[in-house]
């Protein structure tokens, strides 16, 4: 299997996964969505719905898989994506926190870009 089905494959495997959780018992305030798309190689969860008073959207995750790497650019998640990533075999060169501005990623162990 190339890179890039194996970075698809994980990415499909941890949002669904993840939605998995958001949803289980008890029923979530609010709506979860996820959109996995690999034509365009941009994969999202989102929460929407009505809480108090008015009509709530966050983006929980957002990933995006450019120039052979993954590209995190929002992660609302506990434990946070990267890690999974790095468990299942993804060398942190190939990792880019979109979400820390470009100045501040070469502090981290991540890539650049």
Same mark, same amino acid.
């Given at each position: ?38 034509? !365009?190689?941009?994969? %999202? ?6 809480? @108090? +008073? #008015?009509?709530?959207? =966050?983006?929980?995750? &957002?990933?995006?898989? !450019?120039?052979?790497? %993954? ?6 998640? @506990? +434990? #946070?994506?990267?890690? =999974?990533?790095?468990? &299942? ?25």
């Amino acid at each position: 299997m190339d890179k890039l089905n194996t970075y698809q494959e994980l990415i499909h495997d941890f949002f669904l996964a993840y939605e998995q959780f958001l949803t289980a018992s008890p029923k979530p305030d609010l709506d979860v969505t996820v959109a996995l798309d690999d034509d !365009r190689s941009q994969y %999202i969860l989102f929460k929407s719905g009505w809480k @108090e +008073d #008015g009509y709530r959207r =966050y983006v929980t995750l &957002h990933v995006t898989l !450019r120039n052979d790497k %993954i590209w995190i650019e929002e992660d609302m998640t @506990e +434990d #946070g994506i990267a890690s =999974y990533f790095l468990e &299942h075999g993804v060398r942190s060169q190939d990792i880019v926190l979109g979400f820390q501005p470009p100045q501040m990623r070469p502090y981290t162990e991540f890539a650049v870009a």
